[in-house]
Structures are given as structure tokens and as C-alpha cells.
């Protein structure tokens, strides 16, 4: 009884923002496994989005958290919120861990004319993934904004690796990418 | 600039998801402190997607839970435990085993000279011969160690709940502090410690209230100490203590 009451009371965040970045940089033991039991799923559900094997994802997120208590002390809370940080050290881990995966898979030459024609075979993978989340919202966009986000966001490319591998001027590439996120604004509800 | 036009354009949306150019993440950051609405627009994209990942969530299963709330909870601990090595295992992994314990404890040493140093210099000014800090490793020495005096710090009037136990090593002037119930202070305010000596209350320092399970370290304690006590005091301390605000007392 008294466990049951324990965890449900870590499970209704205790904490506001301040005062859990306060514990987590103080390595608080409780501030750690409250921050896990509240954000895993969603980070997970990230982490799968990029990695549909699960055990895998399992690895990288036990690794995200392992890194989130060593890097908490650069979080910096005038940047933006807790969340995105932990989503942008996901998302920048999981990428890492597809190039790991698609580098034995695929070439040794890492460079994006590769990625560009693996997303027409990721594409149709991902059609079928059963993770609702982003990565469905952005199939549903037209294909030019589907390709920028899908290079950017999900493969990590910079804008001018994306303009050169589209071979699109830089300017298109941007303007593709902001009415791109507007457009998934409206859409991922 | 028209600041709704460059709010509606997609870039708090691009910085947000950590897609714009090193240039647009330099732009906007200037701009945000100049402009309220794009700082609360941000604000609001920020909470918009937290909220909607948080819908989006999928559990890993039971056992990667248990596996990864077990590592966080082993980081916390303060020992690094090397154990002696089967005769049958390779000395290769032996090396390993050392090596990694080695930057584990660089790490940590890292940290907390890290910490110690920031609050250090930050009471400096205020408080001369104030300074704590946790004691990264080996917290068990603390209490084995034969010279430590044990002192029970017990709650005061409406903080009769509180409770701290300090063990205090009288050749060093070190005290070790575990805080066992207190409430959090809040960020304009700092637990201060008091000793008693030769009928006058002297400061000995802050203490880092953040710090939950392990020793905070207090430096100088005077060796003629007789008695304790901890004060609420406003951030940075204070240079008499506020005896109203006295949370916790304790006698040799």
C-alpha cells in the first residue's frame, strides 16, 4: 500500500520546472527517477520513430538518460524548456545511432546522395510503423516539405547539405523548411 | 522589424525543433530579450510540443524500466566498488575494470570541485571562511572514521519534524552534514550553520540544501564547539543569526 501510494505521488509531478532542474543538477536520486517515470514514454516514442526496433530504442534511451545526468549541468534555462533540450540530446543520439546502423548496412562513403535515396526505402518502411507521432504527420505533408523535415529533422542534415543533395538554392530549402513546420503546427495535434 | 511577421514565420518552430542555421539560432537569441511576444511565443511552441509528445508516448516495457531507474539510481551512489578479480579472468578486463572506475571517479572528482568551486566563490564575498560542498566519494569513512563526532541535529518549535545528523571531525575541522528531513529552501533563502563557542554564536557556513541523500561538507568548524544550530537566512547568509528562523539544534 504504502509503495503503491509512493509511486503515484512521483507519477504526479511533485516538481515545478525550477526546482526539478535544481535537483537533477544536484544529482538528486528521486528528482532522476521522477524526471524517467515522466518523460520516458514520450521520449521513447521519439527514439522509435528513428529506431522501430525495440530494443534497440531501449538502448539508446537508457543512454539518453545516462547522458542527461552527465550533461545536465549545460542545460541552460534561459535557451528553452527542460523537454526540448532532452528531446533535441534524443533526437541528436538516436540520429547518431541510424548512421552507426545504415554505415554497416549500406556504403562507407557517409555522405547525403546516399541518405537521399535511402528515404524513398525508409519512406515505405516507415508507412507501416505502428509508433503514431511526428514522423506520421510529416508523411502526410506534401513531398517537398516531407523531404526537408525528413532530412533535417529525422537525418540530421544541415540546411546546406540538403540544399546541395536536392540540388535546390539554399533560399527554397529554408523557405520549404519554415512552411514546412507551419504546416505541421497545424496538422500534429 | 515587424516582430508578428518573423513570430509567424516559422522560425520559433525551426529553433524549437533545432533546425535553423547557426545564423537564425544567433538572430533569434538576440532578438528574444528585446521582444516579450517572442519570447512567450516560444514559451508556447515549447509547452504545445512537450504536450503533445507527452500524448504520443509509448512505455518501454517493464524490464528496461527496472534496468534504467536501477543505472540512475546507482549513479547516485557514491561508491565505485572495485572488486578483486576471479584468477580466472583475464587480466585485460582487470585493466578495464580499473580504468573505468578511473574516469568514473575523474568525473565525479570533476564535478564536485565543479560545484565546490562556483559556491565557493559565490559566498566568498558575503561569508569569509564558509564553504560546502557533497563529498563526492566514500561516504561510508564519514561514519567509520573513529575521531567523528556524531551530533543530532533535532527540529525547533514548528520544525520539530526536521531533522539532520552531523559528524563532525574535530582534527580536520570538517563536518559532514545528512540531511534527513528539511524543508527545500527557496532561492532567495539559504540554510546557515551556527556553532556555539565560548558563549557566542559563530557562522560556520552555508549549507547546500539541494544536496538529498549524501554528506554535505562544511569547512572550519571551530574546535571548542559545544552546541548547533541551523537558521533559515536570506541567500548568501547572513552575518547574525535570525533565531526566529532557527529550524534545527543539537548538542554535543
Known amino acids: 500500500m504504502i509503495f503503491t501510494f509512493q509511486f503515484s505521488r512521483l507519477e504526479q509531478k511533485p516538481y515545478t520546472e525550477t526546482e526539478l532542474v535544481t535537483a537533477l543538477k544536484s544529482r538528486d536520486n528521486d528528482a532522476y527517477k521522477h524526471l524517467y517515470l515522466h518523460y520516458r514514454g514520450a521520449l521513447y516514442n521519439n527514439i522509435l520513430q528513428l529506431l522501430p526496433d525495440r530494443e534497440i530504442a531501449a538502448d539508446v534511451l537508457q543512454e539518453v538518460f545516462l547522458q542527461i545526468w552527465k550533461q545536465i549541468d ?21 540520429i547518431n545511432q541510424t548512421r552507426v546502423k545504415n554505415f554497416k548496412v549500406h556504403s562507407k562513403n557517409e555522405d547525403i546522395s546516399n541518405y537521399v535515396s535511402i528515404i524513398e526505402e525508409r519512406n515505405n518502411q516507415h ?22 523535415i525528413e532530412l533535417s529533422y529525422f537525418q540530421g542534415f544541415k540546411q546546406e547539405e540538403i540544399a546541395e543533395a536536392l540540388k535546390l538554392p539554399l533560399g527554397t530549402v ?10 505541421l503546427r497545424k496538422e500534429f495535434k | ?117 562556483n559556491k565557493t566563490k559565490k559566498q566568498a564575498a558575503l561569508i569569509s571562511n564558509s564553504t560546502s560542498s557533497p563529498l563526492p566519494a566514500a561516504d561510508y569513512t564519514v561514519i567509520t572514521n573513529p575521531a567523528i563526532t556524531p551530533v543530532a541535529l533535532y527540529g525547533v518549535g514548528s ?38 563557542v565560548d558563549g557566542k554564536t559563530v557562522n560556520v557556513g552555508i549549507i547546500n540544501d539541494a544536496i538529498r541523500g549524501r554528506f554535505i ?17 536570506q541567500s548568501g547568509g547572513a552575518a547574525q543569526p535570525t533565531l526566529a528562523e532557527t529550524y534545527l539544534e543539537g548538542k554535543i
Not at chain 2, 544567433?26 to 517572442?38: F, S
Not at chain 2, 509547452?47 to 524500466?65: F, G, Q
Not at chain 2, 574516469?103 to 570533476?110: D, E, F, K, M, P
Open chain 2, 1 to 117: 522589424m515587424d516582430i508578428k511577421e518573423y513570430i509567424s514565420s516559422g522560425i520559433i518552430e525551426l529553433y524549437v525543433m533545432g533546425l535553423c542555421s547557426p545564423e537564425e539560432e544567433k538572430e533569434l537569441e538576440a532578438l528574444r530579450p528585446q521582444y516579450k511576444e517572442l519570447h512567450e511565443a516560444i514559451l508556447q511552441y515549447e509547452k504545445d510540443m512537450e504536450e503533445k509528445m507527452l500524448r504520443y508516448a509509448t512505455l518501454p516495457d517493464a524490464e528496461t524500466d527496472k534496468q534504467i531507474l536501477q543505472q540512475l539510481a546507482s549513479l547516485n551512489t557514491p561508491v565505485v566498488q572495485m572488486r578483486p578479480v576471479q584468477s580466472t579472468g583475464l587480466k585485460f578486463n582487470w585493466m578495464r575494470s580499473v580504468a573505468a572506475a578511473a574516469v568514473i571517479l575523474l568525473g565525479i572528482s570533476a564535478y564536485f570541485n565543479y560545484t565546490l568551486y
Open chain 2, 217 to 233: 561538507e562544511v569547512t572550519n568548524v571551530p574546535n571548542q564547539s559545544i552546541a548547533f544550530k541551523v537558521t533559515l537566512e
Open chain 2, 159 to 196: 520544525h520539530a519534524i526536521c531533522r539532520c545528523t552531523m559528524f563532525w571531525d574535530k582534527s580536520t575541522g570538517k563536518a559532514y552534514i545528512m540531511i534527513h528531513h528539511l524543508p527545500r529552501s527557496s532561492s532567495s533563502k539559504d540554510y546557515q550553520l551556527w556553532a556555539e
Open chain 1, 174 to 183: 529554408k523557405t520549404r523548411l519554415r512552411n514546412a513546420v507551419i504546416e
Open chain 1, 74 to 94: 549545460k542545460y541552460d534555462e534561459t535557451k528553452g524548456r527542460l523537454f526540448t533540450w532532452m528531446l533535441k540530446l534524443t533526437r541528436n543520439m538516436a
Open chain 1, 127 to 148: 508507412t507501416g510503423i505502428n509508433h503514431i507521432g511526428l514522423r506520421q504527420q510529416v508523411h502526410k505533408l506534401r513531398p517537398e516539405y516531407k523531404d526537408v
